[in-house]
């Protein structure tokens, strides 16, 4: 009973996020994000703000360390990102090093099931720039991607898992920052 209250005013916050957001659009040509926040439960994770800028803009530091950008919300941008409904990792078990990254990806195995792996590497436009299977023994297994020849922005990496016991293939996705 208390969540469907906590959902419900999420919700009405959010209807009057929107609609106070299309009313400063349509007085001026650009607005800053004035507030907003976050809901997380293990089923859903909705983010909502007041405001947003007309203009999306990215900056890298000096030392090219931290990636800022602005104009847009970036919920849980560091972790996991599923974009399959079907059985997915566990914490842990597909760990993705260094995120972001510039010349070599790291992407360490750490599963107790005995499979076929298959990892793709896909630009934002979809385009497919990586490709690899190998057999998975159950011990752990890092896999290197030369990322130095590609270009500066977001990929994801698609990871499937189809198993030697079971019919249960194992999917996910993961969204990797590639910096200069």
Do not use: H
């Not at 078990?93 to 070599?104: A, G, H, M, T, Y």
């Amino acid at each position: 009973m208390k969540f469907k209250k906590s959902l419900k005013l999420i919700l009405m916050a959010l209807g009057c996020c929107i609609s106070f957001g299309l009313a400063a659009q349509q007085r001026t040509s650009s607005a800053v994000n004035a507030g907003g926040g976050s809901f997380r439960n293990d089923n859903y994770q909705v983010d909502w703000s007041i405001g947003e800028l007309a203009r999306i803009d990215t900056r890298i530091s000096d030392n090219k360390v931290l990636l800022v950008t602005q104009g847009l919300l970036q919920p849980d941008f560091w972790g996991q990102l599923v974009m399959v409904s079907d059985p997915g990792f566990a914490p842990g078990e597909v760990k993705i090093l260094p995120n972001p990254v510039r010349s070599l990806l790291q992407v360490q195995f750490s599963l107790r099931q005995i499979g076929r792996i298959r990892c793709i590497l896909y630009s934002a436009k979809g385009e497919r720039v990586f490709q690899s299977q190998f057999q998975y023994y159950g011990y752990g297994y890092t896999q290197t991607i030369n990322m130095t020849k590609l270009a500066t922005g977001g990929y994801f990496l698609y990871v499937e898992l189809e198993p030697v016991e079971g019919s249960v293939v194992r999917k996910g996705s993961f969204k990797i920052i590639k910096i200069d």
